[in-house]
């Protein structure tokens, strides 16, 4: 099964397989470049458009894979933990979460997408379970299966963003010392327009927040700066084409202010918390990867930050390009947790 991570920016593929070892093998990743306005918000604007950049996608893969796991934004679904009485069978268990559902979800049932999974033995009522139901406007999942379905796919799960990238994320939080136990985590994805941060200790997460923050605003620093147009901006800046002082004249105050919203984020985790610090920064997502940044993090909110490979540990197989993978990982900490997804039914 494939990962295929839909953003503003970029449609993302990942397909992994494990070797005799029980390991990870990285068989495929590719990314493909979305306009800007194609997708806004996680509204699929642009269908065409996306649906031939996905097809380009998995051209330039070199995938044969037909079973696909997306996912859908957080902001796209409701998700509630529940209670239930324990020993249903699945039947009983189905007609009593759809009753619940009523309660949680402010659209008719007809209209939505529901799908729930009991989580275990529930800590607060002995004999109970904790159930995790999630709901989404059925037009929504229409939209990205209808995206898959379009470059020749077979949609098989619809996962949420956050929910894959802390799985790809747990692997890496295991290759802490003494495998992350009780490490709290901040792990921030740094998209186009968005920066989004999760809070994560031993599987549980503590706190999540949005930030309309993202690598967009160096688009824009370039283009005020040199007078390019919006594309020749895009283009310049991944190719690292930019004239000599945009170093010093662009990306160390776009950093700064980086690192600004970064401590900000934290300042807000702290004060409506009992929790006063974290002992990981993980950065993750296209912005991520820009020279300077975890070590400007580190200097100037004191707690160690790294980038994050969601690949890392894993046997790299013959069809991945080493150099290009290792420059673009921190973009498929997403698509690397669906791809996952494959290992887990």
Known sequence: ?????????????VELSKNKAGQYVLDR?????????????????????????????????GTRTKNVAMALPPSAVITKKIVLPGGMSENELEMQVEAEANQYIPFPLEEVSLDFCV????????????????????????????????????????????????LAAKRLIEALPEQGKGAIVALFEVGALT???QVIRDDEVLYERDQAFGGA????????????????????????????????????????????????????????????????????????????????VTQQITFPCSLVNPFEGMEIGDGVRLKKMTREAPSYLTSCGLAMRRFLQ
């Open 217 to 296: 605003q160096l688009t824009q620093l370039i283009v005020r700066q040199y007078g390019f147009s919006l594309e020749e901006a895009e283009a310049k800046k991944r190719s690292g084409d930019l004239p000599e002082d945009y170093e010093s004249s662009v990306l160390r105050p776009f950093i700064e202010s980086m690192v600004q919203e970064i401590g900000r984020a934290l300042q807000f985790f702290f004060t409506s918390t009992p929790h006063h610090k974290v002992d990981y920064i993980m950065l993750a997502g296209g912005a991520a990867a820009l020279p300077g940044l975890t070590d400007a």
């Open 29 to 61: 990743c590719a990314i493909e470049p979305l306009e800007r306005g194609w997708i806004t918000d996680g509204n699929i604007e642009k269908f065409d458009e996306v649906a031939e950049a996905v097809r380009r996608l998995v051209k330039k893969s």
């Open 1 to 13: 099964m494939l990962g295929l991570d839909v953003s503003s920016s970029s449609v993302k593929l």
């Open 195 to 197: 920066t989004s941060m």
């Open 119 to 166: 989580i275990g033995p529930s800590a607060s009522s002995a004999g109970d379970v904790d159930v995790l139901i999630a709901a989404s406007r059925r037009e929504k999942v229409q939209d990205i299966q209808g995206l898959a379905e379009s470059a020749g796919l077979k949609p098989v799960i619809v996962d949420v963003e956050s929910y894959a990238s802390r």
